[in-house]
């Protein structure tokens, strides 16, 4: 079963947005094989009985998730998953790198439990319609109808699903993101400008625990500036930065006086320059990188339910 365990996942990871839920799914789902053999069931496809289990129970997750999304304080992003910068983790996190960015996985949001399981199994993953409709336990023309209407609401949202860049635009994003942290750390205003598209929005995740913006700052000047004052601040506290790769993007991850993570960044670059900056401070979404040493690693089975 471990050779189904990266996909299996990805799929957790984009139907919630929590590495630990996420982690969760897949436990229950290998549990449930292992409960169903030993009632005696004969199970021919393992492949087909795990995706199924696992969809299923992240539509579940999703339908009771939306009411602490409702009551949670600030803008909601995702629970990062980080790899270091020389590009080593466990095999989940390569399967996250074309498709999962936190911007997809905020755009998902504006979708119900199901739309988001169609939307993502054919889209992010590229089953079929037929595989989509044995997966989600619907119709295959009911899944071409809700497909239909989570891509017309995920476009009326002003958004666009953008694959991971190749090897050659990523090193170029990666000495983007590298000048673009210098410049931040040093306050060089007129460097992060220039690398800063027109209607640049940098998106904070505090949760009500953290210090983080109450709701996105655009606008390439104030973006600068908060970008500035904060890692200013934070210097003044002993926080260190190292870059990393988030959600399959350029960014960095912040660490206190301590060696915990204080926060984790991504940059979603578009034609050379920074469209978006997602933050996350909220350390229930942090707790699972743990040390510096284990950024990378992917946790201990444990439930982050309460990060929302």
Known sequence: MASYRPLLFSIAYGMTGSVGDAEDI??????????????????????????????????????????????????????????????????????????????????????????RAVFLLREAFGYGHADVARLTGKTEANCRQILTRARQRIAAGGQRHDSAPPPARRAKGEEL??????????????????????????????????????????????????????????????????PAWVNGRPGAVLYDAEERVASVVELDITDGAIQAIHSIANPDKLSHLGPVSDVGRLPERRSTRDAG
């Open 26 to 115: 897949v436990q229950d789902a290998f549990l449930g094989v292992t409960r169903a053999r030993q009632a005696g069931t004969t199970i021919t496809d393992l492949k087909a009985y795990l995706t199924t289990t696992v969809t299923r129970l992240g539509i579940d997750h999703l339908r009771s998730a939306r009411v602490r999304r409702e009551t949670y304080v600030g803008e909601w992003l995702p629970e990062p998953v980080v790899v270091p910068a020389d590009g080593s983790g466990p095999a989940e996190h390569a399967e996250l790198a074309d498709s999962l960015s936190m911007a997809f996985l905020v755009l998902l949001e504006a979708l119900s439990p199901v739309e």
């Open 177 to 242: 993101a590298r000048r673009f942290f210098e410049a931040a750390a040093g306050g060089d205003m007129d460097a992060l400008l220039a690398m800063l598209a027109p209607d640049v929005v940098l998106h904070g995740d505090g949760g009500g625990k953290a210090r983080a913006l109450g709701k996105p700052a655009a606008e390439p000047g104030r973006v600068a500036q908060l970008l500035v004052t904060g890692l200013r601040r934070a210097r003044m506290f002993g926080v260190s930065l190292r």
